[in-house]
């Protein structure tokens, strides 16, 4: 699947802020338009942080399903 794709998806869910550090860090922060919660990732490389995003979205989803 594709950063775009990923991107789009997470989008629907939550609200992105993706900032960098001098070091060339990337630092995206999910805020869930539902609630207000929070989660940061950090990384390198722009692939990696839209997919660790994408990923933890998932199993939010599926841990809200079983709850």
Do not use: C, P, W
């Amino acid at each position: 699947m594709r950063n775009t794709t990923k991107l789009k998806l997470v989008l629907q869910l939550y609200t992105v802020s993706l900032d960098m550090d001098e070091d060339g860090n990337l630092q995206m922060t999910l805020t869930k338009k539902r609630n207000g919660e929070e989660q940061t990732f950090l990384h390198k490389n722009y692939s990696a942080i839209v997919g660790q995003a994408f990923v933890f979205m998932n199993k939010q989803i599926k841990k809200d399903i079983i709850n």
